[in-house]
C-alpha cells in the first residue's frame, strides 16, 4: 500500500499519525485487520470504505500530499497534540522550511489595527522576508496575506475546507498566485463545517515559533488559536491597545498572561530574529 492511500485511509477513519508510523511497512492485510477492529467495522463497511479511499487517491493525482514521515511534512507538527495525519497542498513546499510567522485576529478588524500592519507588518516583511502563514480569513488574515502579495513574500494560508470548497471564497483569487502555498488536512471535495475552524486553529497555533496576534477578542476563535500556541510553547506576539475596547480586549489578556508586547516593525524584528535563533539552536543540539 502507497503511504499517500495509508494517509487517506487514516483521514478517513479518523486514525492519528501514529496510528500511521505504526502501519507504516505493514501489508495490507494487516492494516485492513488493525483498522477494522480498532474502529469496530463490519467487512461490508470496510469495503465501502476502502472503494471509497481507492477514488479519493484517485482524485488526489492533481494535489500534492504530505504525511508524516514525507519530506516536507512541517516536522514541527511532530511536536503537535493530534498532529495531522493527511496534508493536502497547492504550492511551493520549500516555504515550509523557511522562517515563518503566523499572523491571526478579528475578522472585524479596526482601522487603526488594519493601519499598524500597513506601515509596521509591511516594513518586517520587506526587511526578513519571512513567510506569512494565515487562515486567509476576511479581516486581520485576509490583510497579512494581501501585504504579503504585496511585498512580493511568500505566504502559507491554512484553509478549513477542501480544495474544490474554498472558504473564503477571496481565497480562489489567491490559488493560483506563484507566492501562495494553501494547505487543507481535507479531502479536496470537503465542504466547510463549523467545527473546522477549531481545527484549522490548531493547525495556525502550531507551525509558527511566532504567532503574532494584532487584534481579538478575549472571546473568539483568535484566543484559541492563541492559546494551542501558549500550550505548545510557541511565543505570542501581540499589539498594546486602550482599556475597554471589546474587540481588541484579548490583546491586554494575553499581554497580561505573559504574551510579547510588539509596538513597531523594529519590534518585531528584534524578537522573532532573537526566538528564531534560540529554536534553531535548539534543534541543532
Known amino acids: 500500500m502507497s503511504l499517500i492511500t495509508l494517509s487517506v485511509l ?8 501514529q496510528d500511521f508510523i505504526y502501519l507504516r511497512g505493514s501489508t495490507q492485510f494487516a492494516i485492513d485487520l488493525y483498522i477494522k477492529e480498532k474502529k469496530n467495522l463490519t467487512v461490508e463497511a470496510y469495503l465501502q470504505m476502502w472503494r471509497l479511499c481507492q477514488q479519493t487517491v484517485e482524485d488526489l493525482k492533481s494535489f500534492q500530499v504530505l504525511y508524516p514521515g514525507h519530506a516536507d511534512y512541517p516536522k514541527i507538527f511532530f511536536h503537535v497534540v493530534d498532529p495531522p495525519v493527511f496534508l493536502c497542498a497547492n504550492g511551493n513546499l520549500n516555504w515550509l522550511n523557511e522562517e515563518l510567522i503566523t499572523v491571526v485576529g478579528s475578522r472585524r478588524a479596526m482601522p487603526d489595527f488594519l493601519q499598524w500592519m500597513n506601515e509596521h507588518y509591511l516594513h518586517y516583511l520587506l526587511k526578513t522576508h519571512a513567510v506569512t502563514v494565515s487562515g486567509g480569513a476576511f479581516g486581520i488574515d ?3 496575506t494581501s501585504l504579503a502579495l504585496f511585498a512580493g ?3 502559507i494560508v491554512i484553509l478549513p475546507s477542501g480544495f474544490c470548497s474554498l472558504y473564503p471564497r477571496h481565497v480562489n483569487s489567491w490559488k493560483d498566485k506563484s507566492n501562495i502555498l ?3 488536512e481535507y479531502f479536496p471535495d470537503q465542504e466547510l463545517r463549523p467545527y473546522h475552524f477549531i481545527h484549522r486553529n490548531r493547525l495556525l497555533g502550531t507551525m509558527s515559533t511566532n504567532v503574532l496576534v494584532v487584534q481579538c477578542a478575549v472571546k473568539s476563535g483568535t484566543m484559541t488559536t492563541a492559546q494551542y500556541a501558549v500550550d505548545h510553547g510557541r511565543q505570542v506576539l501581540t499589539l498594546p491597545d ?3 475596547r471589546t474587540e481588541s480586549s484579548g490583546n491586554l489578556r494575553l499581554l497580561r498572561d505573559g504574551a510579547t508586547l510588539v509596538s513597531n516593525s523594529d519590534d518585531l524584528i528584534g524578537i522573532t530574529s532573537s526566538i528564531s535563533s ?8
Not at 487514516?10 to 499519525?17: E, V
Open 242 to 244: 486602550f482599556p475597554g
Open 278 to 285: 534560540r529554536h534553531s539552536s535548539v534543534n541543532s543540539m
Open 153 to 155: 513574500t511568500p505566504s
Open 182 to 184: 494553501l494547505l487543507s
Open 10 to 17: 487514516c483521514r478517513m477513519h479518523n486514525l492519528s499519525a
Open 142 to 144: 485576509y490583510k497579512a
